[in-house]
């Protein structure tokens, strides 16, 4: 029997009332007859409540299923909440389409608990806690491996909210480029970031360090094995679009939207006439009543391949559950990167660059002793949301590539509030000019909107 059918029973259980049950209320009801003057005087249905005390009381000593539902229905809540800000997940949970983990184990004074799982085809959301009487503030490092114990690829892992307090549930989200397994482990390794660490030593000292450079102590260490119900993982609907269309002169076709309980996948490809990469959408799905579906907010938003820059495959939020018999995708903006712009020369002595991507400024260039520390300011698109400048790799003039391991991302005072600065190290790096890869070069907004019909 699957975890559906079970809440199904469940359900059957609770609204049929056992035989001892009915017997107990008629002889409450009985009782209560003589008490209709009192219970006008007090202008409350006292009859209704000692019955309903009564069920409930013989509910849950006669029914454990009952009596189990009822002591789920705090972390329930506290489902709700946690996913309150997906409508796709917050729908899951509505419908009821939640797979019960409840495994929980402690080590060293810190209680690991996983509680449930929003799976289907392409998409997991593992929901789970942390406890402890000992740490403050702790931190998970996940990794996904097989159950037979070996590690696994083919997926994009985005964790959840960062200074969850503790015994609160938290979630991390993994993103399947391919089908989703039978089950998998999930090894926690959980650190106490009580005292957090920074990029730069004390400002005298003048040397850069990577917290990834000090060794990170783990306070506890779990593994847990999870098993998905195939009534879950064979969720889905995959539509054939192949519909081409232009924007901003570069030509993409839509080629198909695969609808899942968690969210939709938009799946692009483009001409290889293009001269600039797709690096973002801003669009929305709406169906013949009007209602409308907005991109993922906070999870995976989009995905590309490891031999091109473009990102070709974008989430949005679920019509899973609205029973929608039609779908448009209407285009309102997009971000690009000129393919002749894809690595630019930065001249770090004089704090300037051949090329700067749309709207961002480069106005610091700190040298250390062993490194430099680089300061940009940029346009917020919307309020607390900010975005990324630059990737991870920069080059040295032979073309040898470094890696850029921490940034540091918050509100510029100097730029006033629509900005937002972006620092970062280039930690060992000693030469004086330095080649960077833009994250996007420009970012279009559409006068009239592009409407491609998904069905």
């Known amino acids: 029997m699957n975890r559906k059918e079970e809440y199904s029973k469940l359900m059957e259980e609770v609204s049929q009332v056992p035989p001892e049950l009915a017997y107990t209320v008629q002889r409450a009801q009985a009782r209560l007859r003589t008490r209709k003057r009192l219970r006008k005087f007090l202008g409350v249905?006292?009859?209704?409540?000692?019955?309903?005390?009564?069920?409930?009381?013989?509910?849950?000593n006669l029914l454990p299923t009952f009596a189990y539902a009822c002591g789920r229905v705090p972390v329930l809540r506290e489902l709700a909440k946690a996913v309150s800000w997906s409508a796709s997940l917050s729908a899951a949970v509505e419908h009821e389409y939640v797979q019960p983990i409840e495994q929980e184990q402690t080590e060293n004074n810190v209680t690991a608990r996983v509680e449930y799982v929003i799976v289907d085809q392409k998409q997991l959301i593992i929901f789970y806690s942390l406890d402890s009487g000992l740490y403050e503030h702790l931190e998970i490092m996940p990794e996904l491996h097989s159950l037979s114990g070996e590690p696994m690829e083919g997926f994009s892992l985005m964790y959840g909210d960062y200074g969850v307090p503790n015994g609160e549930l938290n979630y991390l989200t993994a993103d399947f480029e391919n089908s989703m397994p039978d089950g998998l482990q999930l090894k926690m390794q959980v650190a106490d970031y009580s005292h957090e660490m920074d990029y730069k030593e004390p400002e005298e000292s003048g040397i850069l360090a990577h917290p990834e450079h000090e060794e990170m102590e783990y306070v506890a260490e779990f593994t847990f094995s999870l098993h998905f119900d195939s009534y879950y993982t064979a969720q889905g609907d995959r539509i054939a679009v192949d519909q081409d269309f232009e924007i901003d002169g570069q030509t993409l076709t839509l080629q198909e939207a695969e609808?899942?309980?968690?969210?939709?996948?938009?799946?692009?490809?483009?001409?290889?006439?293009?001269?600039?990469?797709?690096?973002?959408?801003e669009f929305y799905l709406e169906n013949e009543e009007g209602q409308r579906f907005d991109p993922v907010s906070n999870g995976v938003t989009a995905t590309g391949r490891a031999d091109s820059p473009m990102m070709d495959s974008f989430r949005v939020e679920s019509s899973f559950f609205a029973s929608s018999k039609?779908?448009?995708?209407?285009?309102?903006?997009?971000?690009?990167?000129?393919?002749?712009?894809?690595?630019?020369?930065?001249?770090?002595?004089?704090?300037?660059?051949?090329?700067?991507?749309?709207?961002?400024?480069?106005?610091?260039?700190?040298?250390?002793?062993?490194?430099?520390?680089?300061?940009?300011?940029?346009?917020?698109?919307?309020?607390?949301?900010?975005?990324?400048?630059?990737?991870?790799?920069?080059?040295?003039?032979?073309?040898?590539?470094?890696?850029?391991?921490?940034?540091?991302?918050?509100?510029?005072?100097?730029?006033?509030?629509?900005?937002?600065?972006?620092e970062f190290p280039l930690v060992g790096y000693t030469e004086g000019s330095v080649w960077l890869e833009p994250a996007f070069t420009r970012m279009e907004t559409l006068t009239l909107p592009v409407a491609v019909d998904i069905r």
């Open 45 to 60: 249905p006292v009859g209704s409540v000692l019955v309903f005390l009564v069920s409930f009381t013989l509910l849950v």
């Open 259 to 281: 609808i899942y309980p968690t969210h939709i996948r938009l799946n692009f490809t483009d001409d290889p006439e293009n001269t600039a990469w797709l690096k973002d959408l």
């Open 326 to 422: 039609h779908l448009t995708l209407h285009i309102t903006g997009a971000t690009w990167l000129d393919k002749e712009r894809e690595k630019v020369e930065l001249n770090l002595r004089e704090c300037t660059a051949e090329f700067l991507p749309q709207g961002v400024e480069f106005i610091r260039s700190e040298e250390m002793k062993n490194g430099w520390i680089l300061t940009f300011r940029a346009p917020k698109r919307e309020e607390s949301a900010f975005y990324q400048l630059w990737s991870q790799t920069f080059y040295d003039a032979q073309g040898h590539s470094y890696e850029i391991r921490s940034w540091s991302t918050g509100i510029d005072p100097e730029g006033g509030e629509d900005t937002f600065s972006q």
